[in-house]
């Protein structure tokens, strides 16, 4: 049965325009699916530097150990992704299928190992034929196509209903460059099928410690301010390459000033990736902002939304179509950070449903309903301690979600 | 419609005798529920001690401000339990209600007002008349029986499917004493309409003080070591009253060594509480046991076993009857606690699935399949680094579960 697509998912994948030194191949190498390609890889010209940010699991998969070795050399000039299989718990044969891998893709780029990046998504613990990629690689040679941007978002997309892309440009002083993205992600995590992935290229030229720090802001912004489920993947990876071909005077220091636009769009282009995958949600029918104001810190503010986010009650309540702002009160009381029942304030839609510790005289429930029953609900929290502010995205929990993760594996 | 009885429901209450200095009455009050009683009050000799915990909620009920606030003082004369409504975020109107009612009870009990504790389990933040309850108390006088803990149990109940008891005896000394406890509780929180309220009565004769360690601890091994959603209460409180009408010599000091047989016996009714609750768990079709060993420390393994039994991942794989063991490796690596992935070995019904960092060699899933299908399903994770161990009991994630929390509240 083909995946129904999200009721929430945006219109067509975006048109985005080639990135020059960067082309893209797909294929299907036969780990998991029939019928569909499987394995993704993205040639990159010399003198490409890269970030990454990756998983904070304990348990994280090989993929994840062999991007995290190599990401200080700052370097890429090949990106190779599976779906289907996350090359996860499975011990030395893991490591083995690994460098069998980023030794055929070198040989492939003409570059060294160390410069070839994985990444891996599907089920946990199952092995894989150690040349399983490998084997697929020489006959790649002359499938790589400058604009492949959708088959490669296809081709890493496990119970992603739709694939995922964004594209943006920027200014550096007189030059214009572009930002291109894609993601796949379905569950926050669902291990079994899912994990959160995200790939972006941009012709600017940017040194790697740089890019490092604009990646590293722009994930606090985005991809760790969603929540489908609250659970955590042994394989998030997001990478970002710049080739410099747009010709830009080189950006060495992240304080420089011309950088201004490029972190803008480049926060844009990893918010808009983020919001699409809790757009893919599993089973999800409705989009929660969560806003939280007047928080201690920004941190508390994070912590606080994220456990209203990560509720399992106010999650159904949602799913209900139900303003139940009594979970969002426990959610705020069980979040740690500094609360004061009486200044707290609660609003749904932009309505104020509660303030002063109890429900707002007279409330009246009508608008706040007709909000709740719409496919985009916001949230506000304020709770009138201090300065500190988040906005986390989310989605309801519902029987689609029961469904998709309580069926068996095969 | 009547609520189904949980399918993991233990047989009758069990029969519990009378303990000298207590007497329980019940009624209704018309707070929320129509025929059926609504209300608990619990009597209590003078000279009875009294020990309590409650959540930590930062948005807690008035109800609980009362007892944190009276429970220093030690002693115990009244309790009064409603549910159907739980007082929480119900501002000055909330604190009103909760004079009114200590006043009455005072009245009622010829004690003073600091020596009666209240609990309330219900809706958040819906006000409710201030003599609700204070009305209701004088005609009740002559209700007082001292076998009425059926009756006390089921008034107490909201979303829960079947009324709570447990008892066990102890000696102390050359004394046999008496504990009986009831409780309430089906989400872990479901703040619409349940919470977690346990009480428990003894006739030892036991100093305030010595209660509240004993208590401390005792939760620490029973309700804190349960979850259904990870949700925590705006109301949850436990309370341990002593009468001291067995006659065994007072116990005023926590090491005393007469003190062994009676902490293992409270510890004993604190869990069959804790473990009710959870066999009463929204939705829950299956119980889970997950016991960690070998991590850092006794915490570490709690937080770990915490992380996998509030995993909705790993919840629907249990729904699903799959002994998906790749979810558990993911919850152990987002626990954040120390671990190896090449020294973790994860087992269930007894079978060793996982070790060295992958599936073990050769592994047969059908012993594991068919313990999946059961309804007690047990999960070992050893982590190979430590001493620490814990055990969690959880139940699975249903379409129940979202069900009961997504439906609209009136």
Not at 259 to 266: H, N, P, V
Not at 268 to 282: F, N, S
Request: charged share 20%.
């Amino acid at each position: 049965m083909a995946p129904k697509i999200s009721p929430l998912a945006p219109g067509d994948f975006p048109w985005m325009p080639a990135i020059p030194g960067v082309r893209l191949a797909t294929t299907n190498c036969g780990i998991r699916y029939k019928g569909r390609d499987d394995l993704m890889v993205a040639l990159l010209d010399p003198g490409t530097t890269v970030a990454g940010v990756v998983t904070r699991s304990l348990t994280a998969s090989a993929p994840v150990h062999w991007c995290k070795k190599h990401l200080p050399g700052g370097s890429a000039r090949a990106i190779v992704v599976n779906s289907g299989n996350s090359n996860a718990f499975t011990g030395k044969a893991g490591e083995a299928f690994v460098q069998a891998t980023v030794e055929a893709a070198a040989k492939l780029a003409g570059c060294e190992a160390g410069e070839v990046f994985v990444a891996s998504t599907g089920v946990i613990g199952q092995p894989i034929p150690t040349d399983a990629i490998a084997s697929n690689l020489p006959g790649l040679s002359n499938a790589f196509d400058a604009d492949g941007w959708f088959p490669a978002a296809k081709a890493i997309m496990t119970t992603d209903t739709f694939a995922k892309g964004s594209t943006r440009t920027a200014r550096i002083g007189d030059t214009t460059v572009t930002i291109n993205g894609f993601a796949k992600g379905s569950g926050m995590i669902a291990p079994d099928m899912a994990t959160m992935l995200g790939f972006v290229f941009t012709d600017a030229a940017i040194a790697a410690p740089v890019l490092q720090k604009l990646l590293s802001d722009a994930s606090e912004k985005s991809f760790n301010r969603i929540t489908v489920d609250g659970d955590t993947s042994t394989s998030d990876t997001v990478l970002v390459c710049a080739t410099g071909k747009a010709g830009n005077k080189p950006i060495t220091k992240a304080g420089d000033k011309h950088l201004a636009d490029f972190r803008t769009a480049l926060e844009e282009v990893l918010i808009d990736l983020a919001r699409q995958i809790v757009q893919d949600g599993e089973g999800a029918t409705k989009f929660v902002t969560i806003r939280v104001e007047g928080a201690a810190s920004d941190k508390a503010a994070k912590r606080i939304a994220l456990t209203i986010a990560n509720s399992p009650l106010v999650k159904t309540a949602v799913a209900g179509e139900d303003a139940n702002w009594g979970r969002i009160v426990m959610a705020v009381g069980k979040a740690g950070e500094k609360a004061d029942r009486d200044k707290l304030r609660i609003s749904a839609g932009g309505v104020l449903i509660a303030a002063d510790g109890m429900e707002v005289p007279g409330y009246d429930e009508t608008p706040v309903v007709a909000h709740m029953k719409g496919q985009y609900i916001d949230f506000l929290v304020e709770l009138g301690i201090g300065e500190g502010a988040a906005t986390v995205w989310t989605c309801d929990l519902t029987h689609g979600y029961i469904d998709i993760n309580g069926s068996y594996r095969s």
